[in-house]
């Protein structure tokens, strides 16, 4: 069975910095990409950001790039995101979610919430 | 990358069908072959319901189809049942920098 779970979430300044992680388990993680999608208050999902089974290849949406880092390291089947710079439009629920063949999103952890407040 | 536009809310009767649309452009929607459609209740992980336009994964009730013509893609909710209440979203794998991208989200009620 697949599981992922995230953890890492917490209540942070503006201008301040917090990792997440998600653990996976239930299938070969090496072998897939993995994402970061997030829920701001009130509106819908939003992408962040992807990195290949390899982790050589990242992508990023426009409003993190350059503050947000997305890693992986496949020897302990976890998924990373440094969020550094952090705004108060960064505040949402983060789930991890595991990419099938590239394009959609077929496993989905059940978040870990991000307060961004002074 | 703008996110895809779906209705705010649509709402139904039990044993209803309700269809759900998810406009884009050429660049995502349109050109892509790989539309998909996720179920959210809140506080719970979200859940695959539709890959690549209309296959439906393993487990997901055949009440669920989705289709596409041109810019848009639809998901159609037949035989509506009071579990069904939930938010859905359509997701576009995109042709430009921005790989993925997401609809507004449609608050599905049942009556």
């Known amino acids: 069975e697949v599981q992922l779970l995230e953890s890492g979430g917490g209540l942070v300044q503006p201008g301040g910095s917090l990792r997440l992680s998600c653990a996976a388990s239930g299938f070969t993680f090496t072998n897939y990409a993995m994402s970061w999608v997030r829920q701001t208050p009130g509106k819908g999902l939003e992408w962040v950001s992807v990195i290949s089974g390899s982790g050589s290849r990242t992508y990023y949406a426009d409003s993190v790039k350059g503050r947000f880092t997305i890693s992986r390291d496949n020897s302990k089947n976890t998924l990373y995101l440094q969020m550094n710079s952090l705004r108060a439009d960064d505040t949402a629920v983060y789930y991890c979610a595991k990419v099938e063949w590239g394009y959609y999103f077929d496993y989905w952890g059940q978040g870990t919430v991000v307060t961004v407040s002074s | 990358q703008s996110a895809l536009t779906q209705p705010a809310s649509v709402s139904g009767s039990p044993g209803q069908s309700i269809t759900i649309s998810c406009t884009g452009t050429?660049?995502?929607?349109?050109?892509?072959?790989?539309v998909s459609w996720y179920q959210h209740h809140p506080g719970k992980a979200p859940k695959l319901l539709i890959s690549e336009v209309s296959n439906r994964p393993s487990g997901v009730s055949n009440r669920f189809s989705g289709s596409k013509s041109g810019n848009t893609a639809s998901l159609t909710i037949s035989g509506l049942l009071a579990e069904d209440e939930a938010e859905y979203y359509c997701s576009s794998y995109t042709s430009s920098s921005t790989p993925y991208v997401f609809g507004t989200g449609t608050k599905v009620t049942v009556l």
């Open positions: 050429s660049s995502d929607v349109g050109g892509s072959k790989y």
